[in-house]
């Protein structure tokens, strides 16, 4: 564990300076963050170094002209020319900062516009588990029979012997090399078709794209390009969206990259965005928001492994429903208004382009299907990802997002719910809260001397607090008596040097302020938001269990998913009531098993039809109208909960 | 059987004039015609009883615009107002023939783009012919399943307890009353379903499309709107285009309409067309020119029968290849090049919009499968039609058109052969040849005496001559040994009287010039077009015939399709040595079978199958390679044959 003191700070700054021949100050404007580096670095890492983050969607090529900037002298700094500069913006010494080296002291102003909130948000851990799935698929859990895929045919050029039309002899190549009894074929591949297959000498690559149990042909090129073929999958969250990219004919994750859900200015949570939609009349700029966050995803991804977008066959979502029907543009509205239900729950794979998604385009856009308004296709791919629906014993899945869903059940029965949890735990709604990200504390521990050891994302130093290190921290509050069972902090004189008064009420500091960042601290408000989250889950989970009959002691499993961060410390999530007591080593934590379960999905067939099967057989139970819900969100209101007995183990 | 002779013919005249209070003279330019008509008469009536077919896709309602005329001056005519008509076009004089009444004598001018160079075909026979189909399809010989069908769907709205989404929700009702497991839906309906499911409440019409195995919601509308829905099946000739509007709640042929082929001016055969489409990139063109003639009849038959272009869902086309081709812009360059292929033999249907056939946005556009290039699904819906397919028996089926196909087989086998024919007895390529329409000799005889009795299509004085009429026409001037078994003139004092040299050579008169239209003759050189038809077709059959071993005994039946008039006299078809020499009872006319397998298809899935069966099992022959083919010709083109043995009823 790195724990970053005020001392090893200092350190980490000294060993910079030595490190450095000579340097030259970059003061950014408004924040007036300033920073010291060498001589000829790029302005776009200095920038990051000063915890600023620019948005850059090329990822420092000079490609995507998002990380503009303006410097007060332009002898300041040397830049590479570019065609993304105005005349008008060269006069006024805009800049982009990734094609900029700092030549000597440099004031530079970021428009608002072009900050990023927090860093982007990593993914390793993520891929590496992906990895194992992929290993799933292929060793037969799922056969790997991906929902696109391009095969190459081989045919024998007509003659006047066999006099098969170009369309038949294509179909006929087909099906020998696949199982495709139902095969349809779009106009435009038809009217090409002829000119292609005669210039190619009938040796073409067909790209086949499954739409239920239809296969289509979705496009025909010359020659063989089947080493080619691409897809997106996208984890589509109401704070964070997730892409990763996958190479097809490998099973593989080739890359990964996430960004803020850029309808957030419309409302933190999704009711609020339909809301907004409905009285300023913007579903088309709410899906205008997602679509271009997709897209800008997929461009970053494409333009930073050198994939041509053509090449990009298949994008899969998998997200809750409201999410899904924005990127589709169905009407969302009925989703917060009883009788609560979708457009649809199965959604019938479309052409990308149809939804402005931009990759090859005949490129095929997959949802995965979902249960209810309230429980979406990413619940689905939890469940597919964790195989509950495949075990006799009984499971308990808990998805901790911007809503919590629940899920009990084995392979005989599931059954559902979704607690409004709210996005605390994302880091939304927390005065310091962020996602899981480079400098956020994923990890904390309070010593018993009262010092605060943690780790942040990247080592680097703090810029906030993502899930997993707000897990903690609640947890350490309690185990530390700075905060009593109902969440309110107490007058402990080991925590009195770290309490204050802040704008927003008491607040509890976690790390101090530093040159370039800002004190990290934990209010009231932020308890008090984390508390109603992890009461919304655990009465949701008792009210599923109670429905059931299903004692604590009957679960054989809990996964908890959610996007916390890598290193989520599980027992917290008991302690401070949000999972039942089971033992630790029942207790999983699995991620996010929303795009995990869609890349499964895009690999195997099979996967697609588990995937249907699960969503048609889960039961929904409504919390709003369930008679023991709100009394049991009361009882889950107290940390751990009011009813001790439920938490045997915190009492010794 | 009328008989027109000159003394009738004055009597015709001398009928109308009496019937008629005041009268005043039309004279058409540049023709000259002139015709009496009582004042007051309509100018498009005016302009057909001279036999002047002026064009007109409305029939006559002052809507399409198309009948254009210029009168010498404004007063001699009364028009209605008509926005149809610039202030340019009004100072001019121009006017619609059709919303114009004649007040005294006047000259009118006609623009050569506006006249039809005959009138439009009759259809009447083949409607009748259809109505008996249709009574198959509802008697069970194959069941009544439309392509495309509308369906009322009263569903229950969701509530709390009962929370699917709407697609899935329709898919349960749509499924409770069809047999559809493989259902697809496209984005844009999904789209819209939730605003229309719930203004409706959820009642509504359904429109659902086969695609292959699969069912497309094509439409969804409020309310029930399923006594409304229409069909055309078109007949895609290369010399003519037939339509027939059908009412698919109630399997009944509404109305029907037909229209030259416009390409007509790129060649006569679709060889000509292609080469030129070819040599002048004007492939899109001579599409736009197909399209155009679908649509002017599509529009014809809606406006007449006062239906609305959006509630007809349906097209079918059968045709030859190329002229599918020519329609869905496929390209048909490898149908004259060796080896000879198509794009496709069996189209997968498409949206009619994507091809620019204008009916319902979202309606369908299905192309009967064909064999080959040479043998197309004009053919297929002839032996789908004839149920030569079905019986144990062996049948021969031949359809006259531009091109001359032959099919010869039973349940077991099938086998198939073109021979390019030419038009001829399509009345193409023929002096006064012409389509089966009003005025058209269809049925001739030569009396003893040498005068001939002739009728024509709406007993009119005759314009042209027909397919049958020029069938009976060869077939009696052998008889009457005018021709020789070479079909050369000969000098008979019997037929000296009618016997003229023309610009072209030697000619006949079969009908003498009267008032307002012109001597009808055949001409050498038409009948050597005949026997070259004739004699391809005939060394067809017999190439099908000895492949297959088959003798003429061995014929249990012979079907003759094409559009020659509705009144063929089958024994002429032998006579000329057209048709094998087998009894007459044995022969039997089928019309236009090319519409009328479309119109099977339409109404049931079943006959779609067995067409796609029938396409698929036919084995085709290539005459141009086959080894005997040329000497059958050659033999062939005698009148019957050089081997009179072959014809055993002619020596009697």
Same mark, same amino acid.
């Given at each position: 564990m790195y724990c970053i003191e005020h001392n090893e700070l200092k350190q980490y700054d000294i060993k910079m300076e030595q490190s450095v021949k000579k340097n030259c100050k970059v003061c950014f404007e408004p924040s007036g963050l300033e920073i010291e580096v060498p001589v000829g670095s790029v302005l776009l890492e200095a920038a990051h170094k000063a915890g600023i983050y620019l948005s850059s969607i090329c990822g420092g090529d000079g490609y995507c002209g998002k990380c503009k900037v303006i410097v007060e002298h332009s002898e300041q700094i040397q830049s590479r020319p570019t065609p +993304? +500069?105005?005349?008008?913006?060269?006069?006024k010494n805009v800049v982009l900062a990734c094609q900029t080296h700092v030549l000597s002291d440099v004031t530079v102003t970021v428009p608002k516009s072009h900050t990023l909130e927090t860093s982007q948000i990593l993914m390793d851990s993520d891929a590496h588990r992906f990895s194992q799935i992929a290993g799933e698929v292929r060793e037969g859990i799922f056969k790997f029979d991906p929902l696109v895929q391009k095969i190459f045919v081989d045919m024998s050029p007509p003659t006047v012997h066999d006099h098969t039309a170009d369309h038949e002899r294509l179909y006929l190549a087909i099906r020998e090399q696949t199982d495709t009894p139902i095969m349809q074929t779009g106009f435009r591949i038809l009217q090409k078709l002829p000119g292609l297959l005669t210039c190619c000498n009938y040796k073409a690559t067909v790209t086949l794209g499954r739409r239920g149990k239809t296969t289509e042909v979705i496009e025909v090129e010359p020659g063989n390009n089947c080493s080619k073929n691409y897809a997106v999958a996208v984890d589509l969250g109401t704070t964070t969206v997730v892409a990763h990219l996958i190479d097809l004919t490998k099973a593989a994750t080739i890359d990964t990259e996430a960004t803020y859900n850029s309808q957030i200015n419309f409302g933190e949570d999704y009711i609020r965005r339909i809301i907004y939609a409905e009285e300023n009349d913007a579903?088309?700029?709410? $899906?205008?928001?997602? =679509?271009n966050d997709v897209n800008n995803l997929i461009i970053t991804l494409a333009t930073r492994q050198k994939i041509d977008l053509q090449e990009i066959t298949t994008v899969i979502c998998a997200g809750n429903t409201?999410? =899904?029907?924005?990127?589709?543009?169905?009407?969302?509205?009925?989703?917060?208004?009883?009788?609560?239900?979708?457009?649809?729950s199965f959604i019938p794979p479309i052409r990308a382009?149809?939804?402005? =998604? $931009?990759i090859n385009k005949r490129g095929l856009l997959y949802c995965l299907p979902s249960v209810a308004a309230y429980v979406g296709s990413d619940i689905v791919a939890g469940i597919l990802t964790t195989r509950i629906f495949t075990r006799k014993g009984i499971s308990l899945f808990a998805d901790i997002g911007t809503n919590g869903e629940v899920v009990l059940g084995n392979r005989d029965w599931l059954v559902c719910a979704s607690s409004s949890a709210g996005p605390a735990f994302e880091g939304s709604g927390v005065k310091h809260g962020m996602r899981a990200g480079a400098g956020a504390i994923e990890k904390l521990n309070i010593l018993d001397n009262g010092s605060i050891e943690f780790k942040t994302i990247g080592n680097r130093p703090p810029v906030g607090i993502c899930g997993s290190g707000l897990l903690d921290s609640l947890a350490?509050?309690?185990?530390h008596n700075i905060i009593d069972r109902t969440g309110r902090f107490k007058a402990d004189p080991k925590a009195e040097p770290r309490l204050s008064e802040g704008e927003e009420g008491r607040q509890f500091q976690l790390a101090p302020a530093y040159n370039g960042s800002h004190e990290i601290v934990i209010t009231q408000a932020d308890i008090d938001? +984390? =508390?109603?989250?992890?009461?919304?889950v655990f009465a949701a989970i008792k009210v599923l269990m109670e429905s059931t009959q299903t004692k604590t002691q009957d679960l054989d499993a809990v996964y908890l998913a959610g996007g916390f961060g890598n290193f989520l410390n599980v027992r917290q999530a008991v302690t401070i009531g949000m999972l039942p007591d089971v033992p630790l080593e029942k207790i999983h934590f699995v991620g996010n098993t929303s795009i995990a379960g869609a890349k499964t999905v895009l690999l195997s067939r099979k996967a697609l039809e588990a995937a249907?099967?699960?969503?048609?057989s889960m039961t929904y139970f409504d919390l709003m109208s369930h008679p023991t819900y709100m009394d049991e969100f009361i009882q889950a209101s107290f940390l751990p909960h009011t009813d001790l007995s439920l938490f045997p183990s915190l009492k010794t």
């Open positions: +993304l +500069l105005t005349p008008d913006e060269i006069r579903f088309n700029e709410l $899906q205008n928001r997602i =679509v409201a999410m =899904v029907h924005f990127l589709l543009n169905l009407d969302p509205r009925r989703i917060r208004r009883e009788p609560y239900i979708a457009t649809a382009a149809e939804a402005g =998604v $931009q350490e509050l309690l185990i938001n +984390l =508390v109603r989250s992890k009461a919304g249907e099967k699960i969503a048609k």
